[in-house]
């Protein structure tokens, strides 16, 4: 039996697969995710407590650019006392540009927090508000929700 393929087309017709394929991955990262220069990424924060606070130092600390604007909490003065304390250990206060219009507190926290007009959300709640808060994602795509990995992501996150 004779061998259809040399093994001189075989490398020939990896070396182009492997980079058409690449070229193909690359053209497909939506280029909307890449921020330009100068331009700000609004933050929000759902849960205020030594979790949610850490990640949101952890957040602006990571990107200069990156900007506190929302915090909601099912307490009003945890909120308050969260900004206070981000403020502090941020490595720019004015990074933390949460006004007190900004500062939303009881169970629909969560849903004004989304609906203020941030880019990204950060989850650092119980457990049992994950499936409320990814039930109001699917009714809002263009946000992006991070949740803080030291509990169980709820199922519908993974999806």
């Not at 039996?1 to 093994?7: G, H, V, Y």
């Not at 990571?62 to 308050?80: K, S, T, Y």
Request: contains cysteine; proline residues 5%; glycine residues 6%.
């Amino acid at each position: 039996m004779t061998e259809l393929f040399s093994t001189s087309d075989r490398r020939d017709f990896l070396k182009t697969s492997v980079a058409v394929s690449s070229a193909l991955a690359a053209m497909s990262i939506p280029r909307a995710v890449h921020g330009g220069a100068g331009e700000t990424l609004k933050i929000g924060l759902i849960g205020c407590g030594n979790r949610g606070s850490g990640a949101a130092v952890d957040a602006l600390s990571a990107d200069p650019q990156a900007q506190l604007f929302a915090m909601g909490d099912a307490f009003e003065e945890q909120a308050r006392s969260a900004r206070d304390t981000i403020r502090r250990k941020s490595p720019s206060p004015s990074q933390v540009a949460v006004d007190d219009d900004r500062i939303f507190s009881g169970f629909d926290a969560y849903q004004k927090v989304i609906d203020s007009g941030v880019d990204v959300v950060i989850l650092a709640t119980p457990p049992t508000f994950d499936q409320r808060i990814s039930s109001t994602r699917s009714r809002r795509e263009s946000i992006r929700l991070s949740k803080s990995q030291s509990q169980p992501m709820c199922p519908a996150f993974t999806r």
